[in-house]
């Protein structure tokens, strides 16, 4: 019995308060990959927290047999932001929170509007290449495991980040500049 | 131009997201009044299959104990109350027929 499972039982058994020592040590998994999906802060959070919140009331059903408990906790994550991404409109959404970004130093600011596109063709994305590729390259979870959270062949999960990172490198290539000495001068800036 | 380079650096960027810091805090509040609400995170049927293993020994027992109890009975009834040979009501006796005349043939 690992140490997840050994918390679960304490939780099953009474111990609401042992539900910290999974929500600390999963918080920042089930956060990144909802924040890869849906860009508005205060929705990232809203949903993290009914990630954590839907696993709790739900952990009697919770088979170890199945798959491991981050396994799980992602499964719930990735369910509740496709029903949160299919609901809200991505236009509305998108343009405020570029207004409202948290303001960059000056190191990554030649970088922001990279990294705008790229978030851009992000959200473009159909949801299941979007899920896959989060999955896969920014929480950098086991192709295995982003099969079983999808509920698709693992042939499946690989096709679509393998789509997912062309459309996304398009976006790069629409971004090179004419100049590609101004380019090498910028990165070097951010590396400094 | 590496053009790999600004996709890692945005990556690195993506992965380098954390809560903050009153996250976790935020969650158990959350989940406290969940468990108010709703009472114990066991549901009731998962209560009912771990009864239910619990019970077979005393089942089985108990069917036991009736068996016994029965063939108890049955051992007192044969040993203390032994079936009469002849009937005893209103004082009739039934008479033993000698075999010749049980002759049922017809002639």
């Known amino acids: 019995m690992n140490d997840d499972e050994q918390i679960i039982a304490r939780v099953l058994s009474g111990d609401a308060d042992a539900y910290r020592c999974l929500v600390e040590k999963h918080e920042r998994s089930v ?17 993290a927290q009914e990630v954590f919140v839907a696993a ?5 059903s919770f ?27 991505l236009a509305t959404t998108e343009m405020g929170d570029m207004a409202s970004g948290v ?10 509007e990279t990294w705008s596109r790229l978030d851009d063709a992000l959200d473009r994305l159909p949801i299941e ?34 789509r997912a990172k062309e459309r996304l490198r398009e976006t790069l290539k629409d971004l090179e500049p004419a100049d590609p000495a101004q380019t090498g001068s910028q990165l070097s800036r951010s590396h400094s | ?21 009153a996250f976790a805090q935020q969650v158990m509040s959350a989940v406290e009044q969940v468990s108010k609400s709703r009472g ?8 009912r299959r771990a009864f239910l293993p619990r019970c077979v020994p005393y089942v089985i027992a108990s069917a036991a104990a009736v068996v016994c109890a029965v063939r108890a009975y049955s051992l007192i009834h044969v040993l203390i109350e032994p079936t009469p040979e002849y009937s005893v009501v209103a004082g009739e006796t039934i008479e033993e027929v000698p075999n010749d005349d049980r002759d049922v043939s017809r002639s």
């Open chain 1, 31 to 47: 956060f990144g990959f909802v924040k890869g999906l849906v860009r508005n802060e205060s929705d990232v959070e809203d949903l």
């Open chain 1, 56 to 60: 709790f009331t739900h952990l009697a």
């Open chain 1, 63 to 89: 088979d170890v047999r199945r798959a491991k408990f981050s396994t799980w906790l992602l499964t719930i994550a990735h369910n509740r932001c496709c029903n949160h991404l299919k609901r809200r409109s």
């Open chain 1, 103 to 112: 303001p960059q130093p000056d190191t990554v600011a030649s970088n922001r």
């Open chain 1, 129 to 162: 290449q979007r899920t896959a590729f989060v999955l896969a390259e920014v929480q950098e979870v086991p192709l295995a495991e982003i099969a079983v959270i999808e509920g698709i062949p693992l042939g499946t999960v690989k096709s679509r980040i393998s």
């Open chain 2, 1 to 21: 131009m590496n053009q790999n380079e600004p996709f890692e650096m945005w990556l690195a960027a993506k992965r380098a997201a954390s809560p903050p810091e």
């Open chain 2, 40 to 47: 114990s995170v066991v549901k009731p049927v998962e209560r």
